[in-house]
């Protein structure tokens, strides 16, 4: 950061990009030269998205580079775990297996594969020019303070600070602080329940107390959140000491009254970004059908789960989640606002804490003993 703040405004995107290469890079070598070669792919296809005024040609260039974006996803982060159900589904048939060796899973491709599709997207929108030069595309696509935890960084929010920024002593004072509350959130708080947490939903589950069972979900409930929090704050710290202002991506989501509140409090980026580009172009709260409105709903939380990681607890997260997101349309907003805030907010605190289990235990089979003992 002492180099960035030193350099010459003309060679700071520069610098930030070469330390952003290299935190990829020393994260996963060999993955940076497909994340540069596809990221000069489609810089150049998005710019004939922009330039070409023939519709199909627009709707080809556009499919081209969400297929190549989904793709690497797809690739990196889902192929190990849909050869391993293959496998699964073959040995119940008592066929041979399929031979794989296991991709590994590079940092930060969840956050910045969603920018790509923003990038693409509003550019189709026209929403906002493209980037003239290549190297302020990768900055936006690689730049590292959000790539382990988000928030997730929109393209129209944050061209013009890419192209032109200025930051201010008051900026890395701010930066500065932002960044050391994020900091003592992960290192004091997150990682000390951490331990608790571990201890009570990583061991014997059909051991635990019942005290040990709440114990152990109450300090994961709040690990989840200093841990994500912080490491967003973390985030939002470092890129505003370079002059950037990403989002913020969490507003008190324990105090929420309703899982429908809960998910405007809680990782806001990831909520934005999914109702924007899955739920209303399935038809938002516009569709005749209401059973289809709920539908869509409950799959837009299926997605949401599976973005989280590849694995089947984290689909179960997001479909109890989904599966409350309806009870609130249908009936439980109505019975929340009579019974009053604060025994709406133990109700809500409740039900997240719950769903915690589902996201911390892999096995179904496990996460009901959990269940049991509580």
Same mark, same amino acid.
């Given at each position: ?10 060679? $700071? =995107? *520069?610098? %930030? ?24 792919? /489609? ?11 023939? #519709? ?6 556009? +499919? ?8 690497? @996803?797809?690739?990196?982060? *889902? ?24 991709? %590994? @899973? ?20 026209? /929403?906002? %020019?493209? !980037? ?11 730049? !590292? ?77 709040? #690990?989840? *959140? ?5 490491? +967003?704050?973390? %985030? ?33 980026? @990831?909520?934005?970004?999914?109702? /924007? ?12 059908? $209401? ?12 997605? +949401? ?7 089947? =607890? ?13 009870? /609130? ?5 109505? !019975? ?26 892999? +096995? ?5 003993? !959990?269940?049991? #003992?509580?």
């Amino acid at each position: 950061m002492l180099v960035y703040v030193l350099l010459p405004k003309k060679a $700071k =995107n *520069y610098w %930030a990009l070469l330390v952003s290469i290299l935190f990829y890079a020393w994260g996963a070598p060999n993955f940076i030269y497909v994340v540069l070669a596809t990221s000069l792919l /489609d810089f150049y296809l998005v710019k004939a998205i922009y330039t070409t005024e023939n #519709q199909n040609r627009k709707k080809l260039y556009l +499919s081209t580079s969400l297929v190549l974006n989904l793709g690497l @996803l797809a690739y990196f982060k *889902y192929a190990n775990f849909f050869i391993e159900n293959v496998n699964l589904a073959l040995g119940e048939l008592g066929m041979a297996s399929l031979h794989w060796t296991s991709v %590994a @899973l590079p940092i930060g491709i969840s956050f910045f594969t969603f920018q790509t599709l923003t990038y693409a997207i509003e550019v189709y929108r026209k /929403d906002h %020019a493209p !980037f003239e030069k290549p190297t302020q595309y990768l900055l936006y696509k690689l730049i !590292f303070p959000h790539a382990i935890a988000g928030p997730i960084i929109r393209f129209k929010s944050v061209a013009a600070q890419v192209v032109d920024r200025t930051e201010t002593p008051d900026d890395r004072l701010i930066g500065l602080f932002r960044f050391s509350i994020g900091l003592a959130k992960k290192v004091l708080i997150a990682n000390v329940l951490a331990k608790q947490a571990d201890l009570y939903m990583g061991g014997e589950l059909s051991e635990l107390s019942f005290d040990e069972a709440w114990v152990g979900i109450l300090a994961y409930t709040f #690990q989840i *959140y200093f841990d994500f929090s912080g490491y +967003s704050d973390m %985030a939002i710290g470092l890129a505003r000491m370079m002059g950037f202002r990403f989002p913020e991506n969490f507003d008190s989501p324990y105090s929420s009254s309703s899982i429908t509140e809960f998910w405007r409090r809680w990782h806001i980026t @990831l909520g934005a970004f999914m109702r /924007d580009f899955l739920y209303i172009p399935l038809g938002g709260n516009r569709v005749s059908n $209401k059973w289809r409105l709920y539908f869509n709903l409950w799959l837009v939380f299926l997605v +949401s789960g599976l973005w989280h990681g590849a694995s089947w =607890n984290f689909v179960l997260w997001g479909a109890f989640h989904g599966l409350f997101l309806i009870f /609130d349309r249908l009936f439980l907003l109505k !019975f929340l606002e009579k019974i009053g805030k604060v025994p709406a907010a133990i109700f809500t605190f409740f039900v997240v804490a719950m769903a915690w289990v589902l996201f911390r235990i892999e +096995s179904w089979t496990n996460a009901k003993i !959990f269940y049991s #003992q509580l």
